[in-house]
């Protein structure tokens, strides 16, 4: 079946999250990795609660309080390099199989896009930095709903954007929970599952799980 928009959440989908803790490992001390894993937690949860509670602040604020939360809970990390972290999330590194999939998938007439919790202007940034703007025909951020993801009103901004049906979509996330939202709504949904994670959600199951998007395309 072919899809009339590709769509891919930007986090850990397209950029690297852990990227911004790696380019200062040595500085960050044995905890690094730790840190990175709790940043990227904390600033998950918030998002949650945040959208459960009605109590909007966008993905950039919450990245900045998870950052902080996981500098609380790893006393041996040095807290002198919160900006120089903080500024390396404006540039994550995407995943080198990234650029090639994208134009590989826009030669097909096909309708690609970013549909992600962040903020527009991080998603501007990322974007840019990695060379992908040209790429996409839309970058959609959940700050125009002011809630997070897995709320279904964020999965229509696609539908209503494009004048497309849920099943003309392909949804690709490296995030499970995000997959089982997609799929709740009516995407084909692809699960990035880059980590080996178990598989969760199971009512909710993704249509293919690959480790990388250079499968992708010949899912059909």
Sequence with gaps: MAHAAYVFDAYGTLFDVHAAVRKHAEKLGPDAQRLSSLWREKQLEYSWVRALMGKYLDFWELTQQGLDTAFALVPSADKSLREDLLSAYWELDCY??????????????????????????????????AGLTELFDEIFSVDDLRTFKTDPQVYEMVTTHFRIYPEEVSFQSSNRWDIAGATAFGFRTVWMNRMGMP????????????????GLATLG
């Design 199 to 214: 598989d969760e959600y199971t009512d909710l199951s993704p249509k293919a799980v690959l480790v990388d998007l250079t």
């Design 96 to 129: 080198p199989e990234v650029p090639q999939v994208l134009t590989n998938l826009k030669a097909t007439g096909a309708k690609i896009a970013i549909l992600s919790n962040g903020s527009p202007a991080m998603l501007e940034a990322a974007a840019k930095a």
